[in-house]
């Protein structure tokens, strides 16, 4: 597609239950990267993946947080056990993944309300 | 010392002003430099890219970067209520892993 496209939009979920966030970044764009931003703060880094591989995890908050990612393209976010505190807009991006013109491209994001 | 520094403001400032915005870095291996715009819902949007330090001039938007001092800048000039947005600036170094400021929120008043 033209953008960075996201999946769902907006999600509610009841504390406890396990949600999946999708992400499908530009054609070509080998580089995806996960972000959380919670209201009134800044992005916090997640997780990146360079083709299906992540060669930085530091960022997952807990181990209730997983991403993979599939043919290079296609990632999931997906958050077990639910708690108040992940509620937040979590954002995905793309970028060629070259270092010498590293600029990402962000999707509109997956809104997430635990309640 | 968090890696990127940025206040949160927010700044409000008159139509027709000039804007400056800033981050300070403690990470010496920095040399790519980005600024973003993030309207209210909406997913941060890429405005201005600078390899280490210099200018950069796009329209309004001037991108400045002191890597001795390290410290980063952008300025807008002939600010319009349109350009009330959270600024966040970016920056990386060879590893692809990118460190956002906390943003800014700016408003232009009319």
């Not at chain 1, 060669?55 to 108040?84: C, H, M, N, Y």
Request: with cysteine.
């Amino acid at each position: 597609g033209a953008g960075v496209s996201q999946s769902p939009s907006n999600k509610v979920t009841e504390k406890g239950k396990d949600v999946e966030l999708r992400c499908d970044p530009i054609s070509g764009h080998t580089a995806l990267y996960w972000y959380r931003q919670s209201l009134g703060q800044g992005l916090e880094f997640l997780i990146y993946f360079q083709g299906n591989s992540a060669p930085d995890k530091s960022g997952l908050p807990s181990d209730r947080f997983s991403a993979e990612r599939t043919g290079g393209s296609v990632s999931t976010l997906t958050i077990q056990r639910t708690q108040q505190e992940d509620s937040a807009v979590y954002l995905c991006a793309s970028s060629t993944g070259q270092t010498s013109g590293n600029t990402i491209y962000f999707g509109e994001g997956s809104w997430l309300t635990v309640v | 010392q968090k890696e990127v520094e940025q206040d949160p403001g927010p700044l409000s400032v008159p139509e027709g002003a000039i804007v400056s915005l800033n981050c300070t870095y403690s990470n010496s291996a920095f040399q790519y430099f980005m600024w973003y715009r993030q309207y209210s819902r909406k997913g941060p949007e890429l405005l201005m890219y600078t390899y280490s330090s210099g200018n950069k001039e796009d329209g309004r938007f001037t991108a400045q970067v002191d890597k001795s001092s390290k410290y980063i800048s952008l300025f807008i000039r002939d600010s319009q209520p349109s350009d009330s947005a959270t600024y966040l600036c970016a920056m990386s170094g060879r590893d692809d892993k990118i460190i956002f400021g906390k943003g800014t929120r700016l408003h232009i008043l009319p």
